[in-house]
């Protein structure tokens, strides 16, 4: 997804009508149709302000529908670009193409959890979803809700992805509880079952900390209606 190609890139002079090699390639490294990359094309051949054939990053990223994006600073790395290369048509389509209504599922999903794992670790925290929630709610225009509101936003943000909504406790502690719950003697069941949920609830709590990989938020996207509220399409 948004790879861009491996073959080398290939400097052209702009012109009204794309060379049929370039429009080819373009459909084979994308989910986007032929119609879809000739539009493009015009899109490209704005951005190539210098008319050297090929993209920067930077360039890239003043598409209309993307310049004003609130994670923009996040799109190098969620569409998997290098800020210092140069990209030609081809690379340009493959880029965008986790935005075509048709691409997979997984490149959709791909993207969503690159926008939101903010430090580019391969996973996804608290911190992350806070610091992501924050920079769309102000581009909103919803910067005014107060610190209350935002938590709740992001604890039913939390709860849908079917995670702890609190910070996990200290994992010496919860080592301690458990050892403190089986002191007590020979639990009934009703006593057993909830000792069961704590300890579940622990686990859950200690993968938020250590965040949320990539498998895990795509099976939650995967069966919750989260993948509509966070996607990000190009119109």
């Given at each position: 997804?948004?790879?861009?190609?491996?073959a080398a890139v290939v400097?052209?002079?702009?012109?009204?009508?794309?060379?049929?090699?370039?429009?080819?390639r373009a459909c084979i490294?994308?989910?986007?149709?032929?119609?879809?990359?000739?539009?493009?094309?015009?899109?490209?051949?704005?951005?190539?302000?210098?008319?050297?054939?090929?993209?920067?990053?930077?360039?890239?990223?003043?598409?209309?529908?993307?310049?004003?994006?609130?994670?923009?600073?996040?799109?190098?790395?969620?569409?998997?670009?290098?800020?210092?290369?140069?990209?030609?048509?081809?690379?340009?389509?493959?880029?965008?193409?986790?935005?075509?209504?048709?691409?997979?599922?997984?490149?959709?999903?791909?993207?969503?959890?690159?926008?939101?794992?903010?430090?580019?670790?391969?996973?996804?925290?608290?911190?992350?979803?806070?610091?992501?929630?924050?920079?769309?709610?102000?581009?909103?225009?919803?910067?005014?809700?107060?610190?209350?509101?935002?938590?709740?936003?992001?604890?039913?943000?939390?709860?849908?992805?079917?995670?702890?909504?609190?910070?996990?406790?200290?994992?010496?502690?919860?080592?301690?509880?458990?050892?403190?719950?089986?002191?007590?003697?020979?639990?009934?069941?009703?006593?057993?079952?909830?000792?069961?949920?704590?300890?579940?609830?622990?686990?859950?709590?200690?993968?938020?900390?250590?965040?949320?990989?990539?498998?895990?938020?795509?099976?939650?996207?995967?069966?919750?209606?989260?993948?509509?509220?966070?996607?990000?399409?190009?119109?």
């Open positions: 997804m948004g790879q861009g190609s491996s400097p052209f002079v702009n012109t009204n009508v794309p060379p049929p090699e370039l429009v080819e490294l994308s989910a986007f149709d032929t119609p879809e990359v000739l539009w493009l094309w015009q899109q490209y051949c704005r951005l190539d302000t210098d008319e050297d054939g090929v993209l920067s990053c930077e360039e890239l990223l003043e598409l209309p529908a993307l310049k004003h994006q609130p994670l923009r600073e996040r799109l190098p790395y969620a569409l998997g670009l290098n800020t210092t290369k140069q990209y030609d048509f081809p690379a340009f389509v493959a880029a965008l193409s986790p935005f075509n209504p048709r691409s997979s599922l997984d490149d959709k999903t791909r993207l969503l959890f690159r926008l939101y794992d903010s430090d580019q670790d391969g996973r996804i925290t608290k911190k992350d979803l806070r610091s992501t929630m924050k920079l769309v709610l102000k581009s909103g225009g919803e910067d005014t809700l107060s610190e209350e509101q935002f938590e709740e936003c992001l604890d039913l943000t939390l709860t849908e992805l079917g995670l702890p909504t609190d910070e996990p406790a200290d994992e010496k502690q919860a080592e301690k509880d458990k050892v403190a719950l089986g002191d007590i003697g020979a639990p009934s069941e009703a006593e057993q079952e909830t000792a069961v949920g704590e300890i579940e609830v622990s686990r859950r709590g200690s993968s938020l900390q250590a965040g949320i990989t990539y498998e895990m938020f795509a099976g939650c996207v995967g069966t919750t209606n989260l993948g509509p509220k966070l996607s990000f399409f190009i119109t």
